[in-house]
């Protein structure tokens, strides 16, 4: 319910720039109710500044600032459903491609030398810290870093060649040739 005396210069404000308003919602809104909707919502939120609102210097700066909160916040708030229909699949049987090299993984890990196969395990596999790593084995940090890049570059080497793995044109995994 609005306040009973509405302060002038709210009104002439509205009357000024109502109907670009409404143009600016109606390009970004496909349902022109949603758009008188979102519309009625900023008039609230004019009215509701009352008397403060006369104390603004550019009005129609101020409504479209608040406006594109308000269409900000409407669209966040949107849940969009998309049927899928009862033939969609629930679930990906596939696994992709990336995770598919476990197996391929582990093998070439087994394969590797002990002290490349360690550090890829404890830093890699079981999450320990370089840091740490290199504490444990009586290392500097940078001598860590290294035996675990030179190890790493050994087992991508040869899951490349075991596993025939191929890279789309971003370097991703894009398959291979399990054996």
Same mark, same amino acid.
């Given at each position: 319910?609005?306040? $009973? &005396? ?9 009357? @000024?720039?109502?109907? %670009?308003? /409404?143009?600016?919602?109606? +390009? ?38 608040v406006l594109r909160n308000v269409l900000t916040d409407r669209l966040r708030t949107a849940k ?6 009862? $033939? &969609? ?9 990336? @995770?598919?090299?476990? %197996?391929? /993984?582990?093998?070439?890990? +087994? ?64 398959c291979h040739v399990p054996r």
């Amino acid at each position: 319910m609005l306040p $009973d &005396m509405t302060p002038v210069c709210i009104l002439s404000a509205w009357d @000024a720039h109502e109907q %670009e308003l /409404l143009a600016f919602l109606r +390009a970004r809104i496909a349902d022109p109710h949603d758009a008188d909707d979102v519309l009625q919502d900023l008039f609230l939120k004019l009215v509701l500044q009352g008397h403060a609102f006369c104390e603004v210097r550019n009005p129609r700066a101020w409504l479209f600032s608040v406006l594109r909160n308000v269409l900000t916040d409407r669209l966040r708030t949107a849940k969009t459903f998309i049927d899928l229909g009862a $033939d &969609m699949p629930l679930e990906r049987d596939e696994k992709p491609p990336i @995770a598919q090299l476990e %197996e391929c /993984l582990m093998r070439n890990l +087994a394969q590797l030398s002990d002290e490349d196969r360690n550090v890829v395990e404890q830093c890699d596999l079981h999450g320990q810290t370089q840091a740490r790593y290199a504490e444990q084995h009586g290392l500097a940090l940078s001598a860590a870093k290294s035996r675990l890049l030179r190890a790493r570059q050994r087992l991508r080497k040869q899951i490349v060649m075991n596993c025939q793995v191929r890279f789309d044109e971003n370097g991703q995994v894009c398959c291979h040739v399990p054996r």
